[in-house]
């Protein structure tokens, strides 16, 4: 079974700076694009960031500039680095990759999302 699971959000205050992990498991065979979506409190599903599998980066333009994705494949974890941070940052956040899977084929994978709050 493939799990995503997220770790490192939290309470800070604005300005300040968070780091988020997501590390996969399961017997995955290849990751293409990894990337980091949120949902704030009313708000639909955004992108924040992706990677791709050569490490080219794509940002939403409201973090472009303060947040920076990178991968680790050999720990089959994604990064997202979070400076500057502001209170319309408050938002859960979810690791999303696309894997190929032993024996299931390649599909788009959540994690269960964590909590970044921004305090002003």
């Known amino acids: 079974q493939v799990q995503l699971v997220e770790s490192g959000g939290g309470l800070v205050q604005a300005g300040g700076s968070l780091r988020l992990s997501c590390a996969a498991s399961?017997?995955?065979?290849?990751?293409?694009?990894m990337g980091w979506y949120r949902q704030g409190p009313g708000k639909q599903r955004e992108l924040v960031a992706a990677i791709t599998s050569t490490g080219s980066t794509d940002y939403a333009d409201s973090v472009r500039g303060r947040f920076t994705i990178s991968r680790d494949d050999d720990k089959n974890t994604v990064y997202l680095e979070m400076n500057s941070l502001k209170p319309e940052d408050t938002a859960v956040y979810y690791c999303?990759?696309?894997?190929?899977?032993?024996?299931?084929?390649?599909?788009?994978?959540w994690g269960q999302g964590t909590q970044v709050t921004v305090s002003s």
């Open positions: 999303n990759a696309e894997m190929t899977v032993w024996s299931v084929g390649t599909y788009t994978y």
């Open positions: 399961g017997r995955i065979l290849s990751k293409k694009t």
